[in-house]
């Protein structure tokens, strides 16, 4: 496995840290996403026209509001047939159990309403 010695990322407790405030922004949604424990293709969209990559998110989630995110990496192919790392992000179960019970599922609530608000202000137009 790669970069698991010296990587912040993995040397972790089981403490939840805070939700970003701004329900709307990339980070609250990246966080509902890993917090829900649903599956993060959907989030990738998200990033499609932005110059802002995932693990950039997943960083400011790790340090300026102190998740535990794990990464593992595994090797993949391309599509030209090259190999390559990528990288899967997650929570530990105790933590996402913490976070709930904290009140993490009205904020996850809060974060789809802004982005379903969202979605039919685009639709409108």
Known sequence: MRNEEADPMTDHN???GRFPTMSASLRAETLAV???SDDMTGVESLFEHRKIALNTVIRALVRKYGWPIERRDF???T???RAAWASVYCLPQAVIDAALAAGGRDWIDGVRAARAGRSKRS???
């Open 14 to 16: 089981n403490t939840p």
């Open 123 to 125: 639709m409108r137009r």
């Open 34 to 36: 890993l917090l829900a």
């Open 75 to 77: 090797p993949t192919n």
């Open 79 to 81: 599509a030209d047939g």
